[in-house]
């Protein structure tokens, strides 16, 4: 069965950074493209970024562009989330999801993490 954890997670002060993780477990790691997602009370879920198989391609909402960065460590199978120059606006739960194929997308993620809050004031 498939798992993915998300410890981390908190509250941050505008301004501030926080790197998120994502441990997966239950199939092979590097078989599968990777995402983060958010969603923020009262919104609906949105995409945040995306990683293919071997992390040499990326992807990410523009509203995230230039501040935040995916990554991936095969060997470890964890993914990762680096976050900075963060806005209140960014507060949300924030999800990790692993897609059924190599390539990244926007759709097509099949398994999802039970998701980690991050708080970020003005």
């Known amino acids: 069965q498939v798992q993915l954890v998300e410890p981390g997670g908190g509250l941050v002060q505008a301004g501030g950074s926080l790197r998120l993780s994502c441990a997966a477990s239950?199939?092979?790691?590097?078989?599968?493209?990777m995402g983060w997602f958010r969603q923020a009370p009262g919104r609906g879920r949105e995409f945040v970024a995306a990683?293919?198989?071997?992390?040499?391609?990326?992807s990410y909402a523009d509203a995230v562009k230039g501040r935040f960065t995916i990554s991936r460590d095969n060997a470890k199978s964890t993914l990762y989330l680096q976050m900075n120059s963060l806005k209140p606006e960014d507060t949300a739960v924030y999800y990790c999801?692993?897609?059924?194929?190599?390539?990244?997308?926007?759709?097509?993620?099949?398994?999802w993490g039970q998701g980690t809050q991050v708080t970020v004031s003005s």
């Open positions: 999801a692993s897609r059924s194929t190599q390539n990244m997308g926007v759709m097509g993620y099949d398994y």
């Open positions: 990683i293919n198989w071997s992390g040499y391609s990326t």
């Open positions: 239950g199939r092979t790691f590097s078989g599968h493209a």
